[in-house]
C-alpha cells in the first residue's frame, strides 16, 4: 500500500503546489490593490454609503451668515462695498462671537481706501480670520485687513476623480487651511496641519447647520444672544454667487456651498470627527486575511461550503469596513472583496488542471499494470476532495499490481550489491536500497551512466559505449575518493525475446582491495623491513671480538626493533580482521592497567603519569585486550617522545553516550602535515628526544582498534605545545 500512497502524494503535492501558486499570485494582487489604492474609485462609493449610514448631526455652535438671494435682493448686487462687510463684522462683534471665519477675498484694495481703513477697524473688536486665495503663489488680504485678522489661510477645496468632494484640503496649497487655523487657535493647538487630505464626516443634510441670512443680521432682525458664543461662518450661498459641491451626502439635493464646506470641516476639527484612514499595513492585513481564511478553507471544507463562506467572508468584510467607519476609521474593502472574487476561478482553474493531469497520469499507469491481466480495482477510503478519492483508488489498484510483481523483484532488490534496471536508453527503471543510498533516491528515469560519472570515477570504463550489450567479464571502478567498484552488466530481453535493457550490479570491494594491498605491504615487510634487522645482526656477530665492544647492546636494540615490527604488525592485523569480542569493561582499570605497564619506562625517564577520575568504574562494550593495547600504545608514545622528567596527564570522563580518555603530554608535538597522515600505517616521525626508533604502526592500531569499537580518535596538538590524544567510546 506504501507505493500506492507515495503516488497519491505526489499528486497532492502538485494541488498543494497549484495551491501554494494561486495564494501568492493573489495575496500580492490583493496586497497591490489594497496598498496602492488601486481601487479608490469603487472604495469611494462604499465610502458614500457608509457616509449616509452613519451621518453625524451638525454641532449647534457653528451658524453660517449666509449672503443669499434675499440679501442680494435687499442689499444690490454683489459685490458690495467694504463698508457694508464693516457693518456685519461691527454687528457680529457686538453679539460677542467665539470666532468669525469671513469666507470673502479681500486680496485687492478697494476704490476708496478708507473702506479698508473702515473694515480693518470693525474687525479690530473681533476674532475674525480671513482667507487667501490659493494658487501657485498664495495671494493674501491687503495688508491693513491681514494685519486686524487673527487669522489667515487656504480655503481650498480636495475633489476625487469622481468629482466628490470628501476630504478636507489638506496638504493641497502652500498656505495652511483657514478652518485649521481656527480650530487650532479655538483649541490652543500648535501642532501642524496634517499633510494629507482627511475624510469629512458630513453632518446629516436634513439637520443642517444653523443659518441666518447676511441682510437680516445686518438689520438687527437675529438678536445678538443667537449669535453669541457661537462660530460665525459667512459666506455665499446665493445661485450663481460662489462655488457649490457635491458631496457624499448631496444625492439628489442641490450641491453643498463652500461656506458650509468650511463648516463641517471645522465641525470635524472641534469635535473629533475626522474620519483617519486606516495605515497601508492595517488595510493590506484586513484584506488579506479573509483571503487567506477561504485558501485555507480550499483545502479543508467541502467544495459546496467554500461558496457560502467567500460570500460571508465579503459580508463580513463589508460590516468591518463600514463599523470602522462608525469608529472614525476608514477601511478600503474592495481590494479584499476582489480578492475572494477573483481567487474562486482561479482556483478552480488550477485544481480542475492539477486533477485531470494527476487522473490521466494515474490512469495510465493502470492501463500499463493491469495490461494482460484479471485484476479488481478496489476503492480507497477515500476522504476530502472527490479527484483525490478518485486518485487513491488508481493509486491502489496500482499497488495491488505491485504486489503481484514484487514476488519476482525481491529476489533482485534484495542483493546487498547496488543493483540497477535499465531500460534499452540506459536509463533506470529500478534501483534496490542499495543502490538509492550510492546514488540518491530519485534516480528512476535517470541516465546510469551518468549516475556512474557523478560518482566522479578516476578510472573505469567509457561511459559513452557502457554497458555493452554482448556479454563482457567485470570491470572495475576506481572513485578519485578511494573507493573501488566492481561493475557487471547483464543484457536482458522481455517476454517476447526482444531487448528490454540491462541489469547491472556495482560492488563495493574497497576492503578487499585495502586487504591486498596490505598483505602486499606484509610481503613487502617480510621480504626487505624485517629481514635488514636480522642482516645487521649477522654482520655483527661476524666482527672481530676485539672490535665488538658495544655490539651486545646494539644487537639486542636491533632485535627488539625486530619484535617490535613484528608484534605491532600482528596487533594491527588482528584489529583490522578480526571483529572484537565486546563485553562490559570497566575503562577505568584498563587505564590503571596500561598507566602501571609503562611505570618503568616513565620512572627510567623521570616522567610521571597523572592520573584523574579513575576512581570510579567507567563502563564500556570492548575487547578488554585490545583497549588496553590502545592506551599503552598511546602512553608509551607520550613516554617515548616526552621530555625527560615532563608530566603525561591520562584523564578519564563521561559525556552523553560516551566516555572520553585523554593522553596529554609535554612532547614537541605535531605540525598539521604530520596531523594528516598520522594515522597512517609504517610511517614514523623522527623526533630528537626518542630513545628508541619508532617502527608506525603504533598509532594506526590504536586508529583502527577504537575505529572497530565504533569510537573516534582525535588529536589536539600544535608545534612545541605537547599532544592530547581524545579517545571517545560508547558507553555501556
Not at 487655523?181 to 496641519?193: E, G, K, Y
Not at 477510503?381 to 525481491?410: K, P, T, Y
Not at 543493483?419 to 529500478?430: E, G, M, Q, S
Not at 577504537?706 to 588529536?715: D, E
Request: charged share 20%; hydrophobic share 50%; aromatic share 6%.
Amino acid at each position: 500500500m506504501q507505493a500506492a500512497r507515495q503516488a497519491l502524494r505526489g499528486v497532492s503535492r502538485r494541488v498543494l503546489t497549484e495551491w501554494a501558486a494561486v495564494a501568492v499570485v493573489s495575496t500580492l494582487l490583493v496586497a497591490i490593490l489594497g496598498g496602492f489604492s488601486l481601487t479608490s474609485r469603487a472604495d469611494n462609493l462604499l465610502h458614500d454609503v457608509a457616509a449616509r449610514l452613519f451621518p453625524r448631526p451638525a454641532s449647534a455652535d457653528i451658524l453660517v451668515v449666509a449672503i443669499d438671494d434675499a440679501s442680494l435682493a435687499q442689499l444690490g448686487a454683489w459685490p458690495w462695498p467694504r463698508e457694508r462687510h464693516a457693518a456685519l463684522i461691527r454687528r457680529l462683534g457686538e453679539a460677542e462671537p467665539r470666532a468669525v471665519l469671513y469666507d470673502v477675498l479681500f486680496t485687492e484694495g478697494a476704490a476708496d481706501p478708507a473702506q479698508d481703513a473702515a473694515l480693518a477697524e470693525a474687525m479690530a473688536g473681533t476674532k475674525v480670520y480671513l482667507p487667501v486665495l490659493a494658487g501657485p503663489a498664495t495671494i493674501p488680504p491687503v495688508p491693513i485687513l491681514a494685519v486686524k485678522a487673527v487669522g489667515t489661510g487656504a480655503v481650498d477645496v480636495h475633489l476625487d476623480a469622481d468629482g466628490l468632494v470628501r476630504r478636507a484640503a489638506f496638504g493641497t496649497a502652500p498656505a495652511p487651511p483657514l478652518a485649521w487655523v481656527l480650530a487650532s487657535d479655538l483649541t490652543s493647538s500648535s501642532s501642524p496641519a496634517p499633510t494629507s487630505p482627511p475624510l469629512i464626516r458630513f453632518a446629516d443634510p436634513n439637520a443642517g447647520y444653523p443659518t441666518v441670512s447676511f441682510a437680516s443680521v445686518l438689520a438687527g432682525e437675529v438678536p445678538g444672544s443667537f449669535l453669541k458664543g457661537r462660530i460665525v461662518l459667512v459666506g455665499a450661498t446665493a445661485a450663481g454667487l460662489g462655488e457649490r459641491f457635491p458631496t457624499p451626502l448631496s444625492g439628489g439635493a442641490a450641491n453643498m456651498p463652500g461656506v458650509e464646506l468650511q463648516a463641517n470641516v471645522i465641525d470635524n476639527l472641534l469635535g473629533g470627527h475626522i474620519i483617519r484612514d486606516a495605515p497601508r499595513a492595517l488595510v493590506i492585513g484586513a484584506c488579506v486575511l479573509p483571503l487567506w481564511v477561504l485558501l485555507g478553507a480550499f483545502l479543508l471544507a467541502p467544495p459546496r461550503w467554500t461558496l457560502v463562506l467567500g460570500a460571508g467572508l465579503a459580508v463580513l468584510l463589508l460590516g468591518v469596513s463600514f463599523a470602522a467607519y462608525g469608529l472614525g476609521l476608514w477601511l478600503p474593502p474592495v481590494a479584499g472583496v476582489a480578492g475572494l472574487a477573483l481567487v474562486f476561478p482561479l482556483w478552480g482553474w488550477r485544481r480542475l488542471a492539477a486533477a485531470s493531469d494527476g487522473l490521466a497520469l494515474e490512469l495510465a499507469r493502470l492501463k500499463a499494470r493491469l495490461a494482460g491481466s484479471e485484476t479488481t480495482v478496489v476503492s480507497g477510503d477515500g476522504g476530502g476532495d472527490v479527484l483525490a478519492r478518485q486518485m487513491e483508488d488508481i493509486s491502489l489498484a496500482i499497488e495491488q499490481v505491485d504486489d503481484l510483481r514484487r514476488f519476482a523483484a525481491d529476489a533482485l532488490f534484495s542483493l546487498p550489491d547496488a543493483t540497477l534496471v535499465l531500460d534499452p536508453d540506459r536509463r533506470v527503471l529500478a534501483a534496490n536500497g542499495a543502490a538509492r543510498a550510492l546514488f540518491g533516491e530519485a534516480v528512476r528515469g535517470l541516465s546510469a551512466p551518468d549516475l556512474i560519472a557523478g560518482l566522479s570515477p578516476r578510472q573505469g570504463p567509457d561511459l559513452t559505449v557502457w554497458p555493452p550489450r554482448a556479454a563482457a567479464p567485470p570491470v572495475e571502478l576506481i572513485l578519485t575518493d578511494g573507493r573501488v567498484f566492481e561493475l557487471q552488466s547483464v543484457w536482458r530481453l522481455d517476454e517476447a525475446g526482444a531487448p528490454a535493457g540491462w541489469i547491472v550490479r556495482l560492488a563495493d570491494v574497497t576492503q578487499l582491495k585495502a586487504a591486498l594491498r596490505h598483505r602486499e605491504q606484509a610481503l613487502q615487510l617480510l621480504t626487505h623491513d624485517m629481514r635488514s634487522p636480522q642482516t645487521s645482526i649477522l654482520a655483527l656477530l661476524q666482527t672481530q671480538p676485539e672490535q665488538a665492544g658495544g655490539l651486545g647492546d646494539r644487537i639486542a636494540a636491533y632485535a627488539r626493533r625486530t619484535l617490535a615490527l613484528a608484534d605491532g604488525f600482528v596487533r594491527l592485523a588482528r584489529a583490522e580482521d578480526a571483529a572484537p569480542r565486546l563485553e562490559e569493561v570497566d575503562l577505568s582499570d584498563v587505564l590503571v592497567e596500561a598507566a602501571d605497564e609503562l611505570w618503568p619506562q616513565s620512572r627510567q625517564r623521570g616522567m610521571t603519569i597523572a592520573q584523574s577520575g579513575l576512581d570510579q568504574p567507567r563502563w564500556v562494550r570492548g575487547d578488554r585486550e585490545i583497549l588496553t593495547r590502545v592506551f599503552v600504545n598511546l602512553l608509551s608514545n607520550a613516554v617515548k617522545y616526552g621530555p625527560e622528567g615532563s608530566t603525561i596527564r591520562l584523564t578519564a570522563s563521561a559525556a552523553p553516550g560516551v566516555v572520553e580518555v585523554e593522553v596529554a603530554d609535554e612532547g614537541s608535538g605535531f605540525t598539521a602535515e604530520e596531523q594528516a597522515a598520522l594515522f597512517s600505517a609504517f610511517l614514523a616521525f623522527e623526533r630528537p628526544q626518542a630513545q628508541t626508533e619508532a617502527v608506525g604502526l603504533g598509532l594506526a592500531f590504536v586508529h583502527t582498534a577504537v575505529t572497530r569499537h565504533g569510537g573516534q580518535v582525535a588529536l589536539r596538538s600544535a608545534p612545541e605545545t605537547g599532544a592530547v590524544f581524545v579517545v571517545s567510546l560508547p558507553a555501556a
